[in-house]
């Protein structure tokens, strides 16, 4: 990627990042009511990075970290991952569907550094419904490393910071009785 275009790629993920609070419009009704999850990493590449990371792994990876953290909190619900799940949103009962989308690019010419811009929507039953849109997030990984699991770790990273924040005030409200 010329430095142009990186600076181009940099300055819509700024205006994104401006253009967006930094935190979930509301804390969403069906975040507590949900009981499973649908967890979907997709992938946007350069045709230069495609085929540089494992879409499964990055899948299977973050539907484990997303398991635990619930689990962390006593909630014990299946996550389950990929496109497979993500089709039966509209018609499976309390599932709450976590669609993240990476989109990767190179870094500039002096730097092979892999940059990821991170956002997720979130589905509950009906996905004619808006979805729920977070911040976007640009991250980075180093020259040298391992791209599946450098976007996964960002991408749990994420969740923690957006989806888990919200679970865990729900959390909160229902131990306070306001739920």
């Excluded at 700024?14 to 009704?29: G, N």
């Excluded at 419904?129 to 990984?141: A, D, L, N, Q, R």
């Amino acid at each position: 990627m010329t430095e142009i275009g990186w600076l181009r790629w940099f300055a819509l993920g700024t205006a994104i990042l401006v253009s967006q609070s930094a935190h979930a419009h509301s804390i969403a009704h069906e975040y507590d009511l949900f009981r499973s999850i649908c967890s979907l990493v997709e992938f946007e590449a350069s045709p230069k990075l495609e085929g540089t990371f494992d879409r499964i792994l990055v899948n299977k990876y973050v539907s484990e970290k997303v398991a635990a953290r619930l689990q962390d909190r006593g909630l014990d619900y299946p996550v389950e991952f990929g496109r497979q799940c993500f089709r039966r949103t509209i018609t499976e009962p309390r599932q709450l569907t976590l669609w993240f989308v990476a989109s990767l690019a190179e870094g500039p010419s002096d730097s092979p550094t892999v940059a990821s811009a991170l956002i997720v929507h979130s589905f509950y039953q009906d996905m004619h419904k808006s979805p729920h849109e977070f911040p976007t997030k640009i991250v980075f990984c180093p020259s040298g490393a391992d791209i599946s699991i450098c976007v996964a770790n960002h991408v749990v990273a994420y969740f923690d910071s957006t989806v888990l924040m919200i679970v865990d005030r729900i959390q909160e409200l229902r131990k306070e009785g306001r739920r």
